[in-house]
């Protein structure tokens, strides 16, 4: 080969490699196209690695580990209830003795207008007479006071309107007063509390009547444990916790249909264990002419009694209901043995005389009256607060 030729091609190979290298250097200094662009990835090499997988397979999640997500703040935990601290039962009835008048005045001020009319004739004695009945004095009773009423008024020969009123109180307050003792027996036996059972037909109030209760005692210092013996009803057992909540007494309660002696005696058991003053026992409103049911109020009490004495079985009266409520303390009377009455909804009748009928047929006293829907509205019962609230003129 010619010398000259063999030159040439080397020359050739050597501007052609030359050329190349000056390309590919040129491309590497131009910035990348809009299709070609990265977005900058942390960790170098590694970070870009992570971004190609990913974009080769979408379901693959490489690089580093995401960041941990911040923590769940904890449930907010309902507030407890607060306390209340509920008015001691002293001076309670005084305090309500504004709205006790306020529903028997027609009855106190419609013996007042008669026993101060110009004329008492047999007519107007008649007339007093069906004025106390009307309020479920009872005839017997009310036929004492008339006579009774009559003879002094004869004596006596005139009848001012304060005569009168005193007349009149004298009367009713020897109706209402009874040698028995009003006070609720609440009283611990050593270490043993005083258990008393709040019993009455449906309707009548018998749980709120056991709360407000709960409130008296723990107005006066007392501790208290309630039961929920009601398992019949649904709402009782909640509707007593509500209330014991509120004044810091615990609730000896189990699922609807249990045993209600068995949970009666579980809430003395807890009174013992707990150094409590009382225990106070909600049962089942049951109907007194269903003989079944009041056999098994019977044994709540037997069952209890193994535990501790029964102080009190308080039944309670709707004194809207009238004669019928004398026919249903009859009843329990005769299968509990009942040493108090607890009149409801006296605030809402003219009926009061209901007090005096249900002490002279069972010799069993009135010792609390419900005067409203507020939680403090039970109160003992005091004869003569009642009797000037009935003869009020406010």
Not at 283 to 303: N, P
């Amino acid at each position: 080969m010619d010398i000259t030729l063999l030159v040439a091609i080397i020359i050739a190979v050597v501007l052609l490699a030359a050329g190349g290298f000056f390309l590919v250097r040129t491309q590497s200094s131009v910035k990348p196209g809009k299709d070609e662009e990265r977005p900058e990835t942390p960790g170098g090499s590694a970070g870009a690695t992570a971004v190609q997988d990913r974009e080769r397979d979408p379901g693959t999640v490489t690089g580093p580990p995401a960041q941990a997500p911040p923590p769940v703040e904890e449930a907010v935990r309902p507030a407890e209830p607060e306390l209340e601290t509920p008015p001691p039962s002293a001076g309670r009835m005084v305090r309500l003795r504004a709205r006790l008048a306020r529903s028997q005045s027609s009855f106190g001020q419609g013996l007042l207008n008669l026993l101060s009319s110009d004329s008492l004739d047999e007519d107007a004695w008649e007339e007093i007479e069906d004025t106390l009945i009307t309020a479920d004095i009872g005839v017997t009773s009310a036929a004492q006071i008339v006579e009774r009423l009559r003879t002094r008024v004869k004596v006596l020969g005139t009848r001012g309107p304060d005569e009168v009123r005193a007349l009149l109180r004298e009367e009713l307050l020897a109706q209402i007063t009874t040698d028995t003792d009003r006070t609720v027996r609440t009283e611990p036996h050593g270490d043993r509390p005083a258990v008393i059972m709040v019993v009455g037909v449906n309707g009548t109030g018998k749980t709120t009547t056991t709360g407000k209760l709960a409130r008296v005692l723990v107005g006066d210092g007392r501790s208290v444990v309630l039961g929920a013996a009601d398992t019949f009803r649904a709402a009782a057992s909640e509707q007593l916790q509500t209330w014991g909540s509120r004044v810091g007494a615990p609730v000896v309660r189990r699922e609807e249909g249990a045993d209600p002696a068995s949970v009666a005696f579980d809430a003395v058991s807890r009174g013992v264990e707990d150094g409590a003053d009382t225990v106070i026992i909600d049962t089942a409103g049951r109907l007194h002419t269903k003989t079944g049911l009041m056999d098994e109020l019977g044994k709540v009490k037997r069952v209890v009694e193994k535990r501790a004495q029964v102080d009190e079985v308080l039944l309670v009266l709707d004194a809207t209901t009238g004669q019928n409520g004398l026919r249903q303390a009859r009843v329990f009377g005769e299968v509990v043995n009942v040493t108090g009455i607890a009149l409801t909804k006296l605030d809402g009748t003219a009926k009061g005389g209901i007090i005096v009928q249900v002490q002279r047929e069972l010799g069993v006293p009135v010792k609390l009256v419900g005067l409203g829907e507020g939680p403090d509205d039970l109160a003992p019962f005091d004869p003569e607060v009642f009797v000037d609230a009935i003869l009020s003129q406010d």
